[in-house]
């Protein structure tokens, strides 16, 4: 079952999604195996702060952030990688590192890499190291609305 919030909010929403199951994964290729999932297709959450408030990137699992890129973007030089130390507490409901790239619920902005766009579908973890949700990705766009930018390799 998806954390409570991110499952509430859905319903409430009259989503359609499909939850699914799999053993045990930390990394986003380790979950992208376990659940038979091309890495291009699933979702990462990266945790950023950006001149001192969190934010989320969202990217596919086989890419990696450029933050200089980010910075240039957004015309701010404070953007760093945030610890878990740092964000943790920002999730009280979700395990340490799984949680949705839902930034609405939590308060803070939600940057998208353009290769999720183009897929019909997005696949991100629930809240949990063994559990994923899938939806169509216009509806993320609806609920969550964030802003799509270049911040990948």
């Known amino acids: ?5 991110l499952k509430d909010f859905l319903d409430q929403e009259r989503i359609r999604y499909v939850t699914l199951q799999h053993s045990p994964a930390y990394t986003a ?3 992208a195996a376990c659940a038979h999932i091309p890495g291009k297709e699933l979702a990462k959450t990266v945790m950023v702060d950006i001149a001192g408030q969190k934010a989320m990137l969202v990217l596919p699992a086989h ?15 404070q953007i760093n990688l945030a610890s878990e130390e740092e964000f943790k507490g920002l ?3 979700c395990e340490i590192g799984a949680m949705p790239p839902f930034g ?3 308060g803070m902005n939600v940057y998208v890499a353009p290769g999720l766009a183009e897929d019909e579908q997005i696949v991100f973890n629930a809240g949990s190291h ?3 949700v899938r939806m169509a990705y216009r509806d993320f766009v609806r609920l969550v ?3 799509v930018l270049p911040f990948t390799t």
């Open 130 to 132: 063994t559990e994923l």
């Open 145 to 147: 609305n964030p802003r």
């Open 104 to 106: 609405n619920l939590y």
């Open 63 to 77: 890419r990696k952030v450029v933050l200089q890129d980010l910075r240039d973007l957004l015309g701010i030089e």
């Open 29 to 31: 290729q380790e979950i």
């Open 91 to 93: 999730f009280p409901d």
């Open 1 to 5: 079952m998806p954390v409570k919030k």
